[in-house]
Each structure stands twice: as C-alpha cells, then as structure tokens.
C-alpha cells in the first residue's frame, strides 16, 4: 500500500512538472512577441506599434532577452512563492486577473456539470428501462446525433435563435451594464439569466456521454444475480431500480463527472468566446492575441491544475464508494 501511494504521488509529481515546462514552453513557440505589435483585442482599440528601441527595453523590463532556461529557471522559483508574474495587456498581477475572471468560469462550469448529470442519469434510466422500445432507440439516436455538433457551433445556434431571433436572452456579458439592482436577489437573477445560455450550451455538449454510460451501466447491472435476488424476494420494479441497480450503476457516473469537469474547464474558452462572456476562456483569447506570455502561463495552469484536482478527487471519492480501488 505504501509502496502504491508512493508510485502514485511520484506520477503525480512527474505530470505536473510536464504541465509547467509545456505551460512555458508554449506560448514562447508562437511567432512573434508580445512588444512588436501590441495590438487591440477589441474593435476600436488603438493599435501601437514599438519601435525596436522601445520594444528591446520592455523585453529587458519583463526578463524576456535572456535565455530560455534561465527564463524557465526563475518561472518555477516565482511558482515555488505563488508569484504567476505580471500581466503584460492588463498591467496587473495575473493571480489578480485570474481571480477577477474565475468566479464567472467556475459558475457556469458547475452549473453545467450539475445540469448535464442530472438529466443524463434521468434520460439514461427512462432508456435502459424501456431498452426494448422504439421510444429508446429513438431517444439514443438523437442524443448520439446532437453529440457531433461542436460546442462552439451549438452556442451559436443557441445564440442565433434565443438571442438574435427570438430576443429572449443577453447577446453577450455576464451581467446588464450599469444595472441599478434593487437588491442581491435580482442581482442574482441577472447573473442567472445571462449564464443561461452559456450553461446550457455546456450541458448540450457533455449530456450524451452521461446519458449513455448511465444507460448501458444499467443495462449491464440489470442482469446481476442480486438484482434478480430483489425481484425474487417480491420488491417492486421502482424499489428495485432505484435502490439496487441505479445505485450501483452510478459509480462510474461518478468517474464521468470528475473527468466532465476537467474536459469543461477545457471547453469552456471556445463557449465564452462565442458568448463573450467574461471567464478565463475569453481571458485567455486576449491573452493569445496580446502574446502575454505570463498572462498565458497562468491561465493554462489554473486549467491543468484543476484538471489534475478533479481527476484526484474522482479517485479518492471512487474509493470511498468502493473500497476495492481505494489509493
């Protein structure tokens, strides 16, 4: 056991120096620099071009002309004392931008995992219980169908019929400008009713993957011995699939939902793009198009840190679950 836990935290050790060195390397293989054109992000900015003197000392300023390795050497000892650097497009600290952009991420990240687990467990049981109608064949169709749409393509979809056709939802922002809230309560409704189509989108895109390892768990668990042992004993059909095989059918679903996480923190840049919404996603588009190396760093670090958490937190719960494949 101990020689396990060993191993484990040596590969764990072992990934996140991977992350750091390609969360360095990187944005550094990009042509250009962040100081031969610094460039607007936005329609309307002005564009400043340096000269090659100007431009020379900014890369002195932010310790970009020296070599790589020395460069490399000094990220790692800034990470060891939680100093990600400063922002070169926003003239702030990155722990400061991040955490002025994470909350709205982290919002609509949540709020789709909860959405697409739910729906997909709901949808998948109602599929594996009637798996020899047409109603499931029809159902696992569709859903299989959807899945091949891109996220980016679904959010403008979505944006086209609710936002532009429609007019039901906020075209892009996280909250009204300059909205006079009566109290936190309609703040929040205002939070709410902008996230919407972002989480929806989101949820959309991950739902059938949920939906189809709920059903086809539950097909599997369904011709277990202790499930025929409950019906033999005389519980009803929803005593049955709801006590025994859904629950026994959810570890995996578990698992799905750690990695579903991960994979959104991942997916989410593309979403907030297409809806301008102010999370790390669009942040860090600002950051690619600046070049802002430490901006960029800081970000993807955050990603692949939150990835690695979810992907030990999945493990650690699983084990709780099931003591079988306990770390």
């Known amino acids: 056991m101990e020689k396990d836990r060993n191993s484990f935290i040596f590969r764990l050790l072992s990934t996140l120096f991977v992350i750091l060195a390609i969360n360095f390397f990187l944005p550094r293989m990009m042509p250009g620099d962040p100081f031969s054109t610094t460039s607007a992000d936005e329609v309307g900015e002005e564009i400043i071009v340096m000269t090659e003197e100007q431009r020379l000392y900014y890369m002195k300023y932010y310790g970009l002309d020296r070599p790589l390795n020395e460069q490399f050497l000094v990220y790692m000892k800034n990470l060891m004392t939680g100093n990600l ?3 070169i497009y926003y003239k702030m600290p990155v722990r400061d931008v991040i955490m002025l952009h994470l ?14 687990t739910i729906s997909g467990v709901v949808l998948g049981t109602l599929s594996a219980k009637n ?3 047409g109603s499931d064949r ?5 859903l299989i169908a ?3 749409i891109p996220s980016f393509l679904l959010g403008l979809i979505l944006l086209l019929i609710f936002s532009v056709y429609l007019r039901l939802f906020p075209l892009a922002g996280a909250v009204t400008p300059f909205a006079d809230y009566n109290g936190p309560a309609e703040q929040a409704w205002d939070i709410l009713y902008h996230a919407f189509l972002p989480v929806v989108t989101l949820s959309l895109s ?4 949920v ?12 011709t277990k011995d202790y499930i025929r042992t409950a019906r033999a004993k005389g519980l009803g059909e929803k005593t049955v699939w709801i006590r025994h095989a859904l629950r026994n059918a959810l570890l ?10 991960g994979i959104m923190m991942g997916g989410v840049v593309l979403v907030e793009n297409v809806f301008r919404y102010p999370g790390i996603g669009m942040t860090l588009r600002s950051a690619v198009v600046c070049r802002d190396y430490p901006l960029i760093q800081g970000i993807l670090l955050v990603i692949a840190v939150s990835i690695l958490i979810c992907n030990l937190l999945v493990d650690k719960i699983y084990g709780k679950l099931d003591p079988r494949v306990a770390i």
């Not at 982290?106 to 959405?115: C, E, M, P, Q």
């Not at 029809?138 to 569709?142: K, R, S």
């Not at 991950?206 to 993957?209: K, V």
């Not at 939906?211 to 599997?220: E, V």
Request: aromatic fraction near 8%; avoid cysteine; hydrophobic fraction near 45%.
């Open 85 to 87: 650097g400063k922002s």
């Open 103 to 116: 909350p709205w991420t982290i919002l609509i990240v949540l709020g789709a995992t909860t959405i697409s």
């Open 131 to 133: 798996r020899k109608n």
């Open 138 to 142: 029809i159902m696992m169709t569709g």
């Open 146 to 148: 959807f899945a091949e």
């Open 206 to 209: 991950q739902l059938t993957g």
């Open 211 to 222: 939906y189809l390892l709920t059903r086809n768990t539950l097909i599997t668990v369904t």
């Open 252 to 261: 995996p679903v578990v698992t799905r939902t750690g990695f579903m996480i």
